[in-house]
């Protein structure tokens, strides 16, 4: 059985730092591509993050680029996404997610290709 557990959300003021962490377990997580997703009150769930297992490749959403980095550590089935100069705009759910499947540049953002999800951690950013 798949568990993906996320902690490390929080409160934070706009321009502060937060680390989430997701516990993987129930998956082969050295081979298995994993992302990070959030989503907003009364928005559609976004991708933020992703990589793949293959050959360490990372993807980015525009608005996170140069502030967001998305990490693994193989030996202890976790994921980890370090969010600097955070902004209101964060604000949301973040959920990490797992595939067996392939990812790439142009199908990492895609829910539908993700079958295992987390419940989340909330992130709110205050002005």
């Known amino acids: 059985q798949v568990q993906l557990v996320e902690s490390g959300g929080g409160w934070v003021q706009a321009g502060g730092s937060l680390r989430l962490t997701c516990a993987a377990s129930?998956?082969?997580?050295?081979?298995?591509?994993m992302a990070w997703f959030r989503q907003a009150p009364g928005k559609e769930r976004e991708a933020v993050a992703a990589?793949?297992?293959?050959?360490?490749?990372?993807y980015y959403v525009d608005s996170v680029q140069g502030r967001f980095t998305i990490s693994r550590d193989n030996s202890k089935n976790t994921l980890f996404l370090q969010m600097n100069s955070l902004k209101p705009d964060d604000t949301a759910v973040y959920h990490c997610?797992?595939?067996?499947?392939?990812?790439?540049?142009?199908?990492?953002?895609?829910?539908?290709?993700?079958?295992?999800w987390g419940q989340g951690t909330q992130v709110t950013v205050s002005s």
């Open positions: 129930g998956i082969t997580f050295s081979t298995s591509n």
């Open positions: 990589t793949r297992w293959s050959d360490g490749a990372t």
């Open positions: 997610a797992t595939t067996p499947g392939l990812i790439s540049r142009t199908t990492y953002y895609r829910p539908e290709r993700y079958n295992s």
